[in-house]
């Protein structure tokens, strides 16, 4: 278990040995290969990379996590949360009393413009927004009584994403590359397609004082616009050609060897740690260009498998696109992969845009949902889908919504969670969860459990303490593990 | 102690058979309540103990937790407990309500005197701080007046500062390292002072200047440039959090946090007493204005330290975005300042330090009855306030009147017959208002409605404690500069600033001296700078560090004093070269044998690749348009919200929080950047344009040679230029698809330029 007070240690002389003995083009060639396969050869101890892959407290039920993030809010009572009470009641007050801080002021009780119906052997209720994930209930269990602290969308993504609305804290993503390392040397263990860049920014994926190797790789971003550009800076440069790479690689190890020598250090191992480490993440690095770029191309996949995420189709495309490249990243060995699509904030437009926006993900989440489970994947991946919170099911104006913190709903499949499952309810109309509570904390205590990690003792010693990502909160939600 | 006895096992008037009743009604009815169902979370053995409350003795259940005594014997109507398990204000247990009968039974327990048999002491968690001890500790007290050891080795001591580090090196049977050589050194200075590598001109007049004192001259050179206030206010902005966007929720772009860093620049560079410039940046506002606009102005601006922190804007209570703000103001200045991790003690008394929620409200009220924000709108807005300036209130008074005149005439008009023209002069009128000169803006504070706060029960504003606090100084360290009095009006900033300058006060001047230290050295001497609570490690060297604070105050907090104080020491120009004896026991080089070999931070390392390519754009102050600008680092934008990749990949990743040492990772990014940016590949190219220019009639080697000392400020070495010769045949072989051969060759040579670039020669100083 990796724990912040190891600091590098000194390097053993046949480290040393190896490193000088041998230039880079002869190491790395026999190394190349064997390094990027690293995800079955078991954790590398080699004291300077906190990524290597780290055994968690106890045994993990998920090795790793996409998730799917609905920036904005979707309303849950429109969705996956059926209430049959909005349909008798609409148009008339809510008859328990509204929440002390509201975002805005709401009207009375809206029906859902949408028809529910039973799906599978379960049974459970999904409208008619999401058909697909629909057809996918027998491998999910869907919380319905989440909730969280924070009515504006800043600080519920920042609770959702980092535990804090009030101070800056590492992510969820940081907590767990931390934790558990990479199982792939050649790959960030920590991922996020398309973040939303407002709303508390990077902080929704920084590491706060954890490191900062933890930190996120974002690929493209909202602003670059669609996934098309996904791309890991400066991988590549037109003028460096592989060939050229090598021999400058080659020439740094040798110069930095050398000038150690001349210094009188070199044969007394005492060459600093921290400048061997620099000239292997140059190998890292190396190792990098070659592995991203054959990940992100998607043309390897079959027609098939492009139909089935609804690459094939205009609507679904975008999505279906960052869906199946968080497959083929986690497949390859990424820790924690964030997928986001925006922006579900109907405080108006409701029927329309929640319409559309449902309509571009429904088929690439039921698409990588069924993916995962035909690769065998689904076993000990951890697929979730949520968003900062849900929606009122009073009105804004007379097509719209407000945020609402009080009750929303998550829902997970794979990666040791029951199938077929519903835990926990909000009350009769969706405005507050009621039964089986699940706070945010509790989401996250429960997410690390599934990871074989114990939230009270991933801890990070900072500013004179040890921090967690559930602060002093957060309870394991016993009733979803299978 | 038959009384206390007494005391803790309830009341001593009971006859002998109700008492053993009661027992027996504790046994029955209560303990088992408290133990199945309030001792996982309220006991001493409680994994965490919530609410800062035990039950699990009757001692504990008195005395209560953050939000009070839990029982008041004879009186249930009082006691928390019985509130709680009514579920009236806090809900305990949390899960469910207890049955009826159940709390009954508590009900009934407590009205006869809540009779306890555990008497055990108080026991594990909610063992107080221990006061004596914590005032003995010995970073709250006074700074000593050390003596530097008497040392016989009188060439190597330069300074008082090798007196102390010598004799700790002699306890060892120690010798110091060698002096670096002269091209170590100069480079050593230039980073460290301006964050850029010196010339190959600086370096040859350095070699050439054989007289004593060359050294100094080149410090004072270096303190006299314009970039070493770049180099030293970039470190003050990690302190206090500097950006130019709000971060947090609403990522609103600061479009006057610039001025506040311009000042910091400026007052390093004009070297402005550390103690002012620590009073101005609190109260900056409350100091007389002077005569002079610009120094008035400077006043205002300096106060922006308090505002340019994140804030929720669009958090809808607004009451707790206001004390959220505070909390955040307490965090930087207490840790920037006095050192020590105040902001711990939001929620309940500090769990290691003397500290109580008390001393926090007391802070707290000091901030709270300061304006930050201009208002609570739905998203706020902070406050800016305009820069005095006797020409903008001319050109504002002269424009007054030709609105007035149109206002004037506008009046003189008559509906409805000059429905038209009032019309149109209507619009003229708004639009005039429109043009009137606008005030420069700066971020900075004004005082608010002075109000004491009472203490938040855990940190919670709509759970107030019963009393107001007294705005004031924490106590534990009125021992050594006594608490100023806070006038009614005052918010006490101004005292607050007085108190923590004090020449007096035990933390202040230590704190930053050992910043100072650490950022000349890679290392402070008290290894952890923010944190000088009972958890901090005694420093390396206690007595150079408080000699280090008494010189700065005696030398009236003249930062650059103390630069030539340390930089002329033979401690700090001892080589970094590592010894296998010494590292073997002391491989944190704690006791000085050496200097350390420092990595540098992501603005001298894009800094100084424009600077060798000759396109670094040395304007001073103001903003840079985007990250993509070739000015110094220090000016271009810092967006908490999407950090410039180059700052994050380099560790510059904490821009919302006050950062007291920059981490040093070792990242693929990195490696990434130096081996495919653009920026490394367009400076490279530039570089060896230019060397092809200027050394047009010399040979390969010596260009080679002389691309060495761009970056390494040194030579290079006979087998550096015949593996430099092979490296290039090689290189323009593999571009042997570059037809050109003048191109092929220019991109062979800059391959190797960034192959120098990207070694651990460029980007360490040794």
Redesign the interface.
């Known amino acids: 278990m990796w724990n912040s007070s190891q600091h590098s240690k000194g390097v053993s002389r046949r480290q040393l040995l190896q490193r000088c003995g041998a230039g880079f083009g002869a190491l790395a060639l026999s190394d190349l290969v064997a390094r990027t396969q690293s995800s079955a050869a078991g954790p590398d101890n080699s004291p300077h990379n906190p990524l290597s892959s780290h055994v968690g407290h106890f045994p993990a039920r998920a090795k790793r996590v996409i998730f799917l993030f609905m920036h904005g809010g979707p309303s849950h009572v429109d969705t996956f949360d059926y209430k049959p009470q909005l349909e008798k009641l609409d148009g008339q007050p809510l008859p328990i009393e509204k929440p002390r801080i509201q975002f805005a002021q709401t009207g009375n009780l809206l029906r859902s413009p949408w028809k529910f119906r039973q799906y599978g052997e379960c049974g459970a209720w999904v409208s008619d927004l999401f058909p697909h994930v629909g057809s996918c209930v027998d491998d999910i269990t869907f919380i319905k009584s989440i909730h969280g602290s924070n009515e504006a969308h800043g600080g519920a993504l920042l609770k959702i994403n980092t535990g804090s609305d009030t101070f800056v804290r590492p992510s969820m993503g940081a907590w767990i590359s931390y934790g558990l390392g990479t199982e792939n040397e050649s790959l960030p263990s920590f991922v996020t397609i398309n973040p939303s860049l407002g709303h508390g920014g990077v902080r929704n994926f920084g590491s706060a004082f954890l490191p900062p190797i933890h930190q996120a790789t974002r690929i493209a971003t909202a602003r670059e616009g669609g996934v098309t550009q996904a791309k890991i800076a400066n991988l590549t440069h037109a003028q460096n050609s592989r060939e050229l790479q090598m021999l400058q690689l080659e020439m740094l190890r040798e110069l930095d060897s050398l000038r150690h020598v001349n210094r009188g250090e070199h044969a007394t191992a005492l060459h600093d740690e921290s400048l061997n480490a620099r000239i292997d993440s140059f190998e890292l690095a190396f190792r990098m260009q070659t592995e991203a770029p054959e990940i992100f191309d998607l043309s390897q996949e079959t027609e098939a498998t492009r139909r089935l995420y609804g690459i094939d189709q205009e609507q679904t495309s975008n999505f279906g696109t960052q869906c199946l490249l968080a497959r083929r990243l986690s497949e390859s060995g990424v820790r924690f992969i964030q997928v986001s699509h925006a922006y579900w904030d109907q405080h108006s437009d409701l029927k329309k845009e929640h319409t559309r926006l449902a309509g571009e993900v429904d088929k690439p989440i039921a698409g990588l949902l069924k993916d995962l489970k035909q690769r065998g994947l689904l076993e000990d991946t951890l697929l979730m889908w949520g968003a900062e919170f849900g929606r009122t099911p009073t009105a804004q104006g007379t097509d719209g919504r407000d945020h609402n913190p009080h009750a929303f709903t998550y829902w997970m499949a794979g990666g040791g969670v029951k199938a077929g499952f519903n835990y926990g309810a909000s009350d009769d109309f969706g405005f507050y969860a009621a039964e089986d509570k699940v706070h945010v904390h509790d989401l996250h205590a429960t997410i690390l459990h599934l990871l074989g990690l114990d939230h009270e003792r991933l801890t990070y010693r900072y500013g004179g303490r040890e921090f967690r990502l559930t602060d002093v909160e957060g309870k394991l939600v016993q009733g979803i593990l299978a | 102690m038959a009384v206390s006895q007494v005391d803790i096992s309830g009341d001593p008037t009971l006859s002998g058979a109700t008492r053993a009743q009661q027992l027996e009604f504790f046994e029955a009815k209560i303990r088992p309540v408290l133990v199945e169902r309030c001792y996982e979370c309220h006991s001493a053995e409680s994994?965490?103990l919530?609410g800062g409350l035990q039950l699990d003795s009757r001692a504990a259940g008195l005395q209560g937790g953050d939000s009070g005594p839990a029982i008041v014997p004879g009186h249930p109507e009082d006691s928390l407990l019985i509130e709680a398990l009514r579920h009236e204000t806090l809900e305990m247990p949390p899960e469910e309500k207890l049955p009826a009968e159940v709390i009954a039974d508590f009900e009934a327990w407590i009205s006869q005197g809540a009779i306890d048999p555990r008497d055990e002491v108080l026991a594990g968690r909610l063992q107080p701080v221990d006061w004596d001890a914590a005032s003995r500790h010995w970073a709250f007290q006074p700074i000593g007046d050390p003596v530097p050891p008497v040392i016989e080795h009188s060439t190597w001591i330069n300074s008082p500062i090798d007196q102390f580090v010598l004799h700790r090196l002699q306890e060892m049977g120690w010798e110091p390292a060698e002096i670096a050589d002269k091209r170590t050194l100069i480079r050593r200075a230039t980073f460290d002072l301006i964050g850029l590598p010196p010339t190959v001109d600086e370096v040859n007049a350095f070699l050439e200047d054989t007289e004593s004192g060359s050294f100094a001259r080149v410090v004072d050179r270096l303190l006299d440039s314009p970039r070493y206030g770049e180099r030293w206010g970039r470190h003050w902005l990690d302190l206090v959090r500097y950006a130019t966007s709000n971060?947090?929720?609403?990522?609103h772009e600061l479009p006057n946090a610039w001025r506040y860093r311009d000042w910091v620049v400026r007052m390093i560079n004009q070297d402005l007493p550390l103690d002012q410039f620590i009073v101005q940046q609190l109260a900056g506002d409350l100091l007389p204005p002077p005569d002079d606009e610009t120094l008035a102005g400077d006043l205002l601006t300096a106060t922006g330290m308090l505002v340019i922190g994140?804030k929720?804007l669009?958090?809808?209570?607004k009451d707790k975005m206001t004390i959220?703000i505070v909390?955040e103001q307490i965090d930087t200045v207490a840790?920037t300042m006095l050192g020590l991790?105040v902001a711990?003690a939001r929620c309940h008394d500090h769990?290691?330090d003397p500290i109580t929620a008390r001393d926090y409200y007391a802070l707290a009220g000091i901030f709270y009855s300061t304006r930050t924000m201009a208002n609570r709108d739905f998203v706020s807005q902070w406050m800016e306030r305009p820069l005095p300036s006797k020409n903008i209130e001319n050109q504002r008074a002269e424009h007054q009147l030709k609105v007035d005149a149109a206002k004037a005439e506008l009046a003189a008009l008559q509906a409805p017959a000059d429905d038209e023209a009032i019309k149109q002069k209507t619009a003229m009128v708004e639009e005039l208002e429109k043009q009137l000169p606008a005030f420069d803006m700066v971020m900075a504070t004004e005082e608010a409605e002075p109000r004491n706060l009472p203490v938040h029960i855990r940190g919670n504003h709509l759970q107030l404690g019963p009393e107001e606090v007294p705005r004031g100084m924490p106590e534990v360290l009125t021992n050594s500069v006594a608490a100023p009095d806070i006038p009614a009006a005052s918010s006490g900033r101004l005292e607050l600033a007085h108190w923590l300058t004090s020449p007096e006060h035990p933390l202040t001047a230590r704190v930053m001296m050992n910043r100072v230290w650490m950022w000349h050295f890679g290392e402070p001497l008290m290894r952890?700078p923010?944190?000088w609570?009972l958890?901090?490690e005694v420093p390396t060297h206690p007595d150079l560090l408080d000699w280090l604070a008494r010189e700065l105050i005696r030398n009236h907090w003249s930062l650059k004093s103390m630069h030539r104080t340390i930089m002329l020491s033979s401690t700090y120009q001892m080589s970094s070269?590592?010894?296998?004896t010494y590292?073997e026991v002391d491989?944190d080089n704690r006791r000085l044998s050496r200097q350390n070999?420092r990595?540098l931070e992501a603005e001298p390392v894009r800094d100084s690749i424009l600077f060798v390519g000759s396109s670094l754009d040395q304007t001073v102050g103001q903003m840079a348009d985007s990250v993509e600008a070739k000015r110094r680092a220090i000016y271009l934008p810092v967006?908490?919200?999407?950090?410039y990749?180059m700052f994050?990949?380099f560790?510059y990743?904490?821009t919302?929080?006050h950062l007291?040492r920059r981490?040093?990772?070792?990242?693929?990014?990195?490696?990434?950047?130096l081996?495919?940016?653009?920026i490394v590949?367009e400076q490279s190219r530039s570089l060896i344009e230019q060397i092809e220019r200027e050394h047009l009639s010399e040979d390969d080697a010596s260009r080679i040679s002389v691309l060495f000392e761009h970056l390494f400020a040194r030579p290079a070495?006979t087998?550096?230029i015949t593996?430099?010769l092979q490296?290039l045949s090689?290189?323009e072989a593999?571009?042997s698809a570059v037809e050109d051969s003048s191109e092929r060759r220019l991109?062979a040579w800059?391959?190797?330029c960034?192959?120098?670039l990207?070694?651990?020669?460029f980007?360490?100083v040794e």
Not at chain 2, 314 to 317: G, V
Not at chain 2, 639 to 643: E, G, I
Not at chain 2, 663 to 673: E, I, K, S
């Open positions: 994994k965490i919530r971060g947090a929720d609403e990522n994140p929720m669009a958090e809808q209570d959220d909390d840790r991790t711990c769990k290691f952890s923010s944190n609570g958890q901090a070269q590592m010894r296998p590292q491989p070999r990595r967006n908490r919200a999407a950090l990749e994050s990949t560790d990743v904490e919302a929080n007291e981490p040093v990772t070792t990242v693929p990014n990195q490696a990434l950047f081996m495919n940016s653009t590949h070495s087998f550096e593996r430099t490296f090689q290189a593999s571009l991109q800059s391959a190797f960034r192959t120098l990207a070694s651990n020669e980007i360490y």
